[in-house]
């Protein structure tokens, strides 16, 4: 019924066998290696290769000239790069904390059933799904100075009018209001998930050992909500170093250079100024920032270990 | 049988081929292209040719310009260029004299362009392309304030002389404060500080009004040849006009000066006008003041009058595989049946038979003051590194007319940002 194959065959067989068995994994990994490499590691080494290179982009390769890492030493020369930078960032640090803020705060005060509150908290994540350009159109706006409800209401209580985009300290400050309306309720849509999922075993506990609101929220909520703090954090952090169209809607990046933030900067460099290289080297920046923020945030404060110290604690 | 049959599939693939030529044509967006697109499907009739508009914002249209067209190959036959990017692009497109004879509609004889606007397509001695539109700077000025009875009678006991279009600048400055200041207007002039290359056009406004050019082309490279003195007196000047400008004219960009202008109920005094946006201003729908516009030359400076030119020429590339079919569209567009049909839809068209044609001299009073602001024209520079130049323009400029900074210093910021691009440009 069974053929045999004579001994000898045997090992031949099965190397045979195992080299195929060897093989396997990776062919069927192929395809989604491939994919990887096409759409994210071969963009990168590209960016990173012309940005090598003095390279106009109206007249196409031909004319492109080696600098090695001229570009990323003339960007250092450039005030506009560092101004650039330091709007990007203070973008992040003073947004990104009251978005979290505010989420967290509204994800507290909804973790709770009452008439009407599945529709309050769908209405709260409206704005998330607003387009970047509509967000910024409309915040463009309502801060028109003569047409716009934001000053008609400050008229109407007898302060002066404001030309809020027209003002260094006000447009930027604008962007980022902007900001922070359209995606706190991101942070709130993450928190409010994460805390829907506490034991509530863990708080009752915690309530007959008499601890009060700060100390369950202090003890408890905030340590098992780490994880999901830091990822909000991260995904926003990548978020908001892209930020692009709202703001271009609403300033262009003025007035003069107040609201230029660093991804602004970046198209007018390939696009404005044809300097696709300068521009590329700015991407790869931004590249390596990224990765600071995401080893950051991932490696110290999201291993297993720090997570199980801080559950101990 | 079968043999028959592949006859046919053969024969009906090579007459798709043969008829449905397709050209793809890149237009900026406003009223003129817009207006055109009307009778596109006339020529597609007339010629068998088929038209894709893309149709973008003009910064926009730049970027898809810079990005799809080089030597070796082009996503458009037929690409519209604003005449300050002409350095850049010139290299990359065919030249007029080898734009192949038209076979439904005759090649345009370049003369036939108003000769202010033929020097846009102008780049190294060729002519690259042709000038299509015919965009400079023209005043508009309410009519119905200057023509009123009590306020002519005011502003002549307070000034001394008589109220009417502004011809000079002072004139401009004393008659928009006399209608700011009684709160008759919301704005007694309508600035613009909306893009980079708007705002440069106004710097060189003022600049070329106030005597002193920007930069120029001395021996062969793009040099500053700024007076220092002459440009901050004009932006001076400029800052006292914001003074008397409606709220928001820090940001005014043209949406919110047409706002501004035509659909406050008290609008605005007096500013410059593209003539491609005259359409929207006359407008009932949409305008509260047509038919109450004069339109005139711009105001004189203390060194004359000048118009800020701010044209457009369509280019076919040189990589496009349809420019017979490209060129034959052009014809078409720039014929003079076509131009003085824009004409009468409140476009302007570059050819001078339509600008000057005397069924129109009554009905469209803009004609005149285009043909008078002509005679004033003015470039902004142009050279392959102006992008970075204008970002340095404007933020100075408005930093200076807005009193963020002395306009001394912020005249020298220009000048010394400036020098160093050209140096780094290798200049």
């Not at chain 2, 300050?84 to 076979?103: E, R």
């Not at chain 2, 440009?231 to 949406?255: C, D, N, R, W």
């Not at chain 2, 280019?315 to 014929?335: C, H, Q, T």
């Not at chain 2, 076509?338 to 050819?351: C, D, F, H």
Request: hydrophobic fraction near 50%; charged fraction near 20%.
């Amino acid at each position: 019924m069974f053929s045999r194959k004579p001994a000898t065959e045997l090992p031949r067989a099965q190397g045979q066998a195992g080299k195929a068995r060897g093989r396997a994994p990776f062919l069927f990994l192929a395809p989604a290696i491939i994919v990887v490499f096409a759409v994210l590691i071969f963009p990168i080494i590209f960016s990173l290769f012309v940005s090598t290179y003095n390279w106009p982009l109206s007249q196409g390769a031909g004319v492109r000239h080696f600098v090695g890492l001229g570009n990323y030493a003339a960007l250092t020369q450039d005030p506009e790069f560092w101004n650039s930078l330091k709007l990007q960032l203070g973008f992040i640090f003073i947004a990104i904390p009251i978005e979290l803020l505010f989420g967290f705060a509204a994800a507290l005060l909804l973790n709770r059933e009452f008439f009407g509150a599945r529709v309050v908290r769908s209405l709260l994540l409206l704005p998330v799904f607003f387009l970047p350009i509509l967000s910024g159109m409309t915040w463009r706006f309502m801060l028109q100075p003569r047409y716009g409800p934001l000053n008609a209401l400050l008229l109407k209580l007898g302060a002066p009018e404001i030309t809020w985009l027209g003002n260094p300290a006000t447009a930027y400050a604008a962007i980022i209001v902007q900001d922070i309306w359209r995606m706190w309720p991101f942070m709130f849509m993450l928190l409010y998930a994460a805390l829907t999922s506490i034991p509530q075993e863990l708080m009752e506990a915690a309530e007959i050992d008499g601890a009060g609101f700060w100390l369950k929220l202090r003890s408890l909520t905030i340590p098992l909500l780490t994880p999901t703090i830091l990822t909000a954090v991260l995904l926003r952090i990548i978020d908001a170093l892209r930020v692009f169209s709202e703001v271009y809607v609403m300033t262009e990046g003025g007035p003069g250079s107040a609201t230029m933030l660093f991804s602004l900067y970046t198209q007018r460099q390939a696009f404005g100024y044809q300097k696709v290289g300068m521009a590329s080297a700015m991407a790869i920046f931004l590249l390596v920032i990224s990765i600071v923020f995401a080893l950051t945030l991932v490696r110290k404060n999201m291993s297993l270990d720090v997570l199980e110290e801080k559950a101990g604690a | 049988m079968k043999k028959a049959l592949i006859v046919l599939v053969f024969a009906l693939a090579f007459a798709s081929m043969v008829s449905a030529q397709t050209i793809n044509v890149l237009f900026w967006d406003d009223a003129y292209p817009r207006t055109l697109m009307e009778r596109i499907p006339e020529f597609e009739k007339a010629t068998g040719i088929k038209v894709n508009i893309e149709i973008l914002q003009p910064p926009q249209v730049f970027t898809k310009t810079s990005v799809s067209v080089s030597k070796d190959r082009t996503d458009y036959d037929l690409v519209c260029v604003d005449e300050g990017n002409i350095p850049l692009f010139a290299s990359l497109m065919l030249p007029y004299d080898q734009w192949a004879p038209g076979k439904v509609f005759k090649k345009v004889d370049p003369n036939t362009v108003t000769p202010a606007m033929l020097d846009v397509a102008q780049w190294d001695g060729k002519l690259i392309g042709l000038p299509i539109n015919g965009n400079l700077y023209v005043w508009m000025t309410r009519k119905d304030l200057i023509e009123n009875p009590k306020y002519k009678a005011d502003f002549k006991a307070k000034y001394g002389y008589d109220l009417g279009v502004p011809q000079t600048f002072q004139q401009m400055l004393d008659e928009g404060t006399y209608f700011y200041e009684n709160g008759i207007v919301s704005g007694g002039f309508g600035p613009f500080n909306g893009g980079p290359a708007g705002v440069f056009g106004e710097a060189i406004f003022m600049w070329e009004s106030y005597g002193t050019h920007f930069i120029e082309w001395v021996k062969g490279k793009p040099t500053l040849v700024v007076d220092k003195a002459k440009a901050v007196q004009g932006m001076e000047f400029y800052k006292k006009l914001m003074k008397i400008s409606p709220k928001g004219a820090e940001t005014m960009a043209h949406v919110e000066r047409q706002a501004a202008f035509a659909a406050d109920p008290k609008g605005v005094f007096t500013q410059f006008i593209w003539p491609a946006q005259i359409a929207s201003y006359e407008d009932p729908d949409k305008s509260l003041v047509a038919g109450k516009i004069v339109y005139s030359a711009p105001p004189a400076g203390p060194a004359g009058r000048f118009a800020i030119r701010g044209t457009w020429a369509v280019n076919i590339p040189l990589a496009s595989k349809n420019k017979d079919a490209a060129a034959e569209f052009v014809y078409w567009w720039a014929s003079k049946d076509i131009a003085t049909w824009l004409v009468e839809k409140n476009t302007v068209p570059a050819r001078t038979d339509a600008l000057t044609d005397p069924r129109f001299a009554k009905t469209k009073p803009w004609l005149a003051a285009i043909a008078d602001s002509m005679k004033y024209a003015a470039a902004r520079p142009r050279f392959n590194e102006v992008a970075q130049v204008q970002d340095i323009v404007k933020k100075y400029w408005i930093m200076g007319i807005t009193g963020q900074m002395p306009c001394d210093d912020a005249m020298q910021k220009i000048i010394d940002e400036t020098k160093d691009v050209l140096k780094k440009a290798g200049y």
